[in-house]
């Protein structure tokens, strides 16, 4: 595949990025799985995978498991445990294009850019106290088939948006989802303390270097132009694995380096129902794992059902990415997910919630741990 590449623009430091191909564009007036947009698979039929493991990579999921944990890392003024349980990120949208109707300059005001900064602040403080561990702040919808925003314009949009956040919330992390080196900057200075890049596998490593430079982690996201795959586990660990290379040769620490499958992003449905089932494999890259699957198409084209209407679905990936060993799920709605993901890790890592939290040991009221409890389970436990 020779991806080729966007014209240009006049923005300074500008990358050079795969254009996409095969988007099918989105059909609102069908209210179902086709009211947003998707790719269409160009590839030929998958070969070898079942029920996540296949014939070209073996019984990796064994492997899987035995791989180490990455170091803690420190993002902004929290530190994330990899291993302990999973982590929540909300979605902050300061776009007008959102393709899950959440963007917060959908709604115009009289205020103009004060009021969508007071509901972005809003939206991070009920997103806090729901239990969120960071939120990801975008001013550029990245949707399949979406309209390219400038870099002035995009900056115009997230850096009031961070800054403010970061002012409220000064303990709350915040990534940027960006792919201009420009704006990154700009959200650093004004309190964003990660990078999110969507096209973290592209040749152009502007934003790897800024990480590098400011000494921040990166969340490295697969993506490709077009869906076109022969196996899109291996081909998914393949990109990403040469990213963490140049990013490694860039200067980013080893411990600052996240990975992303890419849901959504360059894959038809098929392909990524595929990379679900597969999560696990992705422990063999030795990084924090983050993953989107909220509200997104493909959720709509199994069921059917549109944006607003993904929530269940949105929570089965979340379950099945907690069992994957998956370290951070970015999410539209944290509460149920916050649930989720603390149920699902009671079950999957053997540890109750509130041992997470630090509570108090003379506090009668908290449950037993599972391995200190004593005696049998009475008929009314079991």
């Known amino acids: 595949m020779t991806p080729s590449d966007r014209a240009p623009s006049a923005d300074a430091g500008v990358r050079r990025l795969p254009a996409e191909r095969g988007v099918v564009p989105a059909r609102?007036?069908?209210?179902?799985?086709?009211?947003?947009?998707?790719?269409?698979?160009?590839?030929?039929?998958?070969?070898?995978?079942?029920?996540?493991?296949?014939?070209?990579?073996?019984?990796?999921r064994e492997a899987a498991r035995a791989t180490p944990l990455s170091a803690p890392l420190l993002i902004g003024r929290r530190i994330f445990a990899w291993g302990e349980?999973?982590?929540?990120?909300g979605i902050v949208n300061v776009t007008p294009d959102s393709f899950s109707g959440d963007?917060?300059?959908?709604?115009?005001?009289?205020r103009g850019a004060s009021a969508v900064v007071d509901r972005a602040v809003a939206l991070a403080r009920r997103m806090a106290a729901e239990g969120a561990d960071l939120v990801d702040v975008g001013g550029e919808s990245t949707r399949p088939g979406h309209d390219?925003?400038?870099?002035?314009?995009?900056?115009?949009?997230?850096?009031?948006?961070?800054?403010?956040?970061?002012?409220?919330?000064?303990?709350?992390?915040?990534?940027?989802?960006?792919?201009?080196?420009?704006?990154?900057?700009?959200?650093?200075?004004?309190?964003?303390?990660?990078?999110?890049?969507?096209?973290?596998?592209?040749?152009?490593?502007?934003?790897i270097r800024l990480a590098a430079e400011r000494g921040v982690p990166i969340a490295i996201m697969h993506n490709r132009p077009e869906a076109r795959y022969r196996n899109v586990i291996v081909e998914v660990l393949a990109d990403l694995e040469g990213a963490v290379e140049?990013?490694?040769?860039?200067?980013?620490?080893?411990?600052?380096?996240?990975?992303?499958?890419?849901?959504?992003?360059g894959k038809a449905p098929r392909h990524n129902l595929e990379l679900l089932a597969g999560l696990s494999h992705l422990r063999l890259l030795g990084r924090p794992i983050l993953l989107g699957?909220?509200?997104?198409?493909?959720?709509?084209?199994?069921?059917?059902?549109?944006?607003?209407?993904?929530?269940?679905?949105?929570?089965?990936?979340t379950a099945l990415a907690v069992q994957a060993g998956v370290d951070i799920v970015r999410v539209h709605d944290v509460l149920a997910n916050v649930r989720v993901a603390r149920?699902?890790?009671?079950?999957?890592?053997?540890?109750w919630p509130a041992e997470l939290r630090g509570p108090d040991p003379t506090d009668a009221s908290a449950p037993p741990r599972p391995d200190r409890a004593s005696g049998p389970a009475t008929g009314r436990d079991r």
């Open 103 to 110: 963007g917060l300059l959908a709604v115009p005001s009289e």
């Open 246 to 265: 140049r990013a490694l040769a860039a200067g980013v620490a080893s411990k600052a380096i996240l990975v992303d499958p890419g849901f959504g992003f």
């Open 293 to 317: 699957t909220s509200r997104k198409s493909t959720l709509g084209k199994v069921l059917d059902l549109p944006s607003g209407e993904r929530l269940e679905a949105t929570l089965a990936t």
């Open 148 to 207: 390219e925003v400038d870099a002035a314009e995009e900056a115009r949009r997230v850096v009031p948006v961070v800054a403010a956040i970061h002012e409220a919330l000064p303990d709350l992390p915040i990534s940027v989802d960006t792919t201009k080196p420009s704006v990154a900057e700009a959200a650093l200075a004004a309190g964003a303390a990660m990078l999110n890049d969507v096209w973290g596998v592209a040749a152009d490593d502007g934003l």
């Open 85 to 89: 349980r999973t982590h929540v990120m």
């Open 343 to 351: 149920m699902a890790d009671a079950i999957v890592r053997g540890r």
């Open 28 to 60: 609102p007036e069908t209210g179902g799985g086709s009211a947003t947009p998707s790719f269409a698979d160009l590839g030929e039929p998958t070969i070898g995978v079942v029920g996540g493991t296949d014939a070209a990579t073996g019984n990796r």
